[in-house]
């Protein structure tokens, strides 16, 4: 590439089938002069690198030439409709292409292989009602078998277009030349393999059939990927949409697209901060959890930064913007979730590679057939009837069954254990991974703050420095008083309404409760009332801070009393969930982050060997992507929007259900229980159904291809093919059920 200034361009690509189609259009836009492509067949985005003052219509007419379309992506695209979905035209096409096919198919079907239907001139109707099928349903076939012809390659489009387009013409032939459109023609129910006159037989069942059942597929391939772009407008959405910005002392509600740099707006208690800034007035606790990960709100006042979407949990702020739009965190966050997706490698899908070696050897094959009738001196017609009878048997429809029904069936049972699976292009990865990467809080965390234990002054009683502290802590909306409260009602029953009652910003609360002034929060609230800790609750009050806890100390009537322990607990089934992990071959990574001593104390707790501490979301990238480099398949399981980027970087990203719109959407597999068990479930799950797929395209084939030297002979007739097509389908189906069965280790430990 030329050493000058570069920019990015994005393309939306169209009309790919195939994770080929991807690979031709980036091949294509590499070729040009200065130019940088990354095809994704997933999110049918192209990013393109290109010197600055690069003409975007160069690329898109590039794309064009190949056989795709492509558009530069427009910014209102990504705003949702208001039913919550995005409008996307091909797949709308498509829905309509299969349900057509489905109306017209199953009466076609039916005469074929019933001769009670086949009432005087069925064979005309029948014709009648496949032509729209193999001509118009099957257009996106033929038009990527045309495309795949031009450039020397074969795909599983490539045979479907192939087998469609040979029985429907060799059906054309026999009505208008042969002796298939005279009145009172049949298909007699036998499956003779004695040869025939192809010239009185019709396949249109077979061509018109394929077609709908491969739709059929297409359609729910289609749909599953239409998601792949959800993760970008979750995260935009997270934002604030409006914003209160002082105007001298007046607060004016305005759009945040209208906010700029400098503006001072007012943050109140529960409410998002707008964008990045600086606290100028006030202080109070932002919960951050969402961006760092750190279980523990933190507490800001004057002089401290603050980043937009996260959560102001207590008192009232004014703060200064300092980044707007485009450079804030969270739009930074999209952009390395965005990275991230068009980043992944396409996954190449196993029929079009089984397809690629048998397309040619069934031509081969075919032609191989017409030379030997004709060189054994058969007339042309029994040449070509034999011919023809080869490409039609080779169009297996059970190939269409083989990826959809094992994908729903598979799906459906994970749906009834909690786990749901987006796609087929994720199974392939669950075979491979090797490493498992974890984010603490909200996966081996419960994500929320518990009281752990209660350390008490000589002569105090547990439960007055409950009944107490719980009372003052109440009045609060401080996430860790809030805690505290609600072990207190559990333990110690009603709580008291506290009297002159004040929150002292970023050091805690006090009250009169029963007529004992209260004094809860930090070490230094209680020693402006002369009220120290004893040496022992100082030094188990320190030992708990550096396991990563967090303490609140609790004092009245002019003397400490005790501390509260408070920490972020391991969920119960999280040291069993590990455990089974390794035992699929697995290599679990803790990623997070809180502190290294929080971090140690857990993974010790849960059995995990590999930590990485005190890191940032674009860190969890980097975590991920060097853990790829070294040649390790890489798994991440998170749950919150700072998971996010590394949730898509990852070769399989795992979302706890229990966590973040943004991470569900960025992930291929979501858990929906928040139990880390399920993790092994979908994995265990998901190999089962590639296993499953793998074993379908096998029978879909061989059922088939075990036909061909049938055909070949001669002795193909139309209920031969039909059965072949049933059998091969029926297997299949029968096959993908055996997934009904598989059980779960969530409901077999518990």
């Not at 969930?577 to 697995?586: E, R, T």
């Amino acid at each position: 590439m030329s050493t000058t200034a570069s920019t990015s361009i994005e393309l939306d690509i169209g009309g790919m089938t195939c994770a080929s189609c991807a690979n031709r259009v980036e091949r294509k836009l590499n070729k040009l002069d200065g130019v940088e492509a990354s095809v994704n067949y997933a999110t049918e985005k192209a990013k393109v690198i290109v010197p600055d003052g690069y003409d975007p219509l160069l690329l898109i007419t590039e794309v064009e030439n190949a056989g795709y379309s492509a558009t530069l992506p427009k910014k209102q695209q990504v705003e949702p409709q208001a039913d919550g979905s995005e409008a996307d035209p091909e797949l709308d096409a498509l829905r309509q292409r299969l349900i057509i096919s489905i109306i017209l198919t199953v009466p076609v079907i039916a005469m074929a292989m019933i001769p009670a239907l086949q009432f005087t001139y069925w064979q005309w109707a029948s014709l009648t009602l496949a032509a729209p099928v193999v001509v118009w349903g099957a257009f996106p076939f033929h038009r990527s078998a045309w495309i795949n012809l031009k450039h020397g390659a074969a795909t599983m489009d490539t045979l479907i277009s192939m087998g469609t387009i040979a029985a429907f013409a060799w059906s054309l032939y026999a009505l208008f030349f042969g002796t298939a459109g005279m009145a009172g023609m049949t298909h007699a129910f036998e499956l003779t393999v004695a040869p025939s006159d192809g010239a009185s037989n019709i396949y249109l069942e077979a061509a018109s059939g394929v077609t709908t059942f491969i739709l059929a597929g297409r359609y729910f391939e289609k749909r599953s990927k239409r998601r792949a772009g959800a993760a970008l407008r979750a995260l935009l959405e997270m934002g604030a949409k409006d914003v209160a910005v002082l105007r001298g002392a007046t607060e004016v509600l305005i759009p945040i697209d209208d906010l700029r740099v400098g503006d001072r707006f007012v943050v109140r208690p529960g409410g998002k901060i707008a964008t990045d800034g600086v606290v100028v007035e006030g202080s109070s606790a932002v919960d951050e959890s969402m961006l760092t990960g750190e279980s523990v709100p933190v507490e800001v006042g004057p002089q401290d930064q603050v980043t937009g979407a996260t959560v102001n949990a207590g008192g009232r702020l004014v703060v200064r913007a300092t980044r707007v739009g485009a450079d804030t965190q969270l739009a930074q966050m999209a952009q390395l979730v965005e990275d991230a997706q068009t980043g992944k490698a396409p996954v190449q899908r196993l029929a079009d590679r089984i397809s690629g070696v048998f397309v040619p050897i069934v031509i081969a094959i075919a032609v191989a057939t017409l030379g030997a009738w004709l060189g054994a001196g058969f007339p042309v017609t029994a040449a070509f009837t034999a011919a023809v009878s080869v490409l039609v048997i080779a169009c297996p429809c059970a190939l269409g069954l083989a990826t959809p029904t094992a994908l729903l069936v598979g799906t459906g049972r994970g749906a009834q254990m909690g786990v749901l699976i987006k796609g087929p292009e994720i199974l392939e990865s669950t075979r491979k991974v090797d490493t498992v990467v974890l984010d603490k809080t909200g996966t081996v965390t419960a994500g929320k703050m518990t009281l752990m234990d209660v350390l008490t002054e000589p002569g105090v009683e547990r439960s007055d420095v409950l009944r107490l502290a719980g009372a003052v802590e109440d009045a609060s909306e401080h996430p860790i008083a809030q805690s505290i409260a609600k072990a207190a009602v559990q333990e110690v029953g009603m709580l008291a309404t506290p009297e002159d009652f004040r929150n002292v910003e970023g050091k805690g609360v006090q009250g009169v409760v029963d007529g004992h002034a209260v004094v809860v929060g930090r070490e230094t609230l209680l020693a402006e009332w002369a009220e120290e800790l004893s040496p022992e609750l100082a030094t188990a009050k320190a030992e708990a801070e550096r396991e990563g806890k967090t303490v609140v100390c609790v004092g009245w009537d002019g003397q400490a009393r005790g501390i509260l322990v408070v920490a972020d607990v391991v969920k119960p089934t999280s040291a069993d969930a590990i455990k089974q992990l390794k035992a699929l071959g697995l290599r679990p990574v803790l990623l997070t982050g809180d502190n290294k001593a929080v971090a140690a104390e857990i993974a010790r707790e849960v059995g995990i060997d590999d930590v990485v501490a005190e890191v940032l979301p674009s860190d969890k990238v980097d975590v991920v992507k060097r853990l790829q480099s070294k040649g390790n398949v890489v798994a991440m399981i998170g749950d919150g929007v700072n998971d996010a980027p590394a949730l898509a970087q990852a070769d399989l990203g795992l979302a706890m259900g229990t966590g973040t719109d943004v991470a569900i959407e960025a992930s291929d597999i979501t858990l929906v229980r928040g139990d880390l068990r399920s993790a092994v479930d979908a994995i265990r799950l998901s190999r089962s159904t590639l296993k499953t797929i793998k074993s379908n395209l096998f029978w879909a084939f061989a059922y088939n291809t075990a036909a061909i030297p049938i055909a070949a002979l001669g002795m193909l007739n139309p209920m031969l093919a039909g059965a072949a097509m049933g059998f091969s389908s029926v297997f299949v189906v029968g096959n993908s059920l055996r997934l009904r069965g598989f059980s779960s280790v969530v409901r077999s430990k518990n």
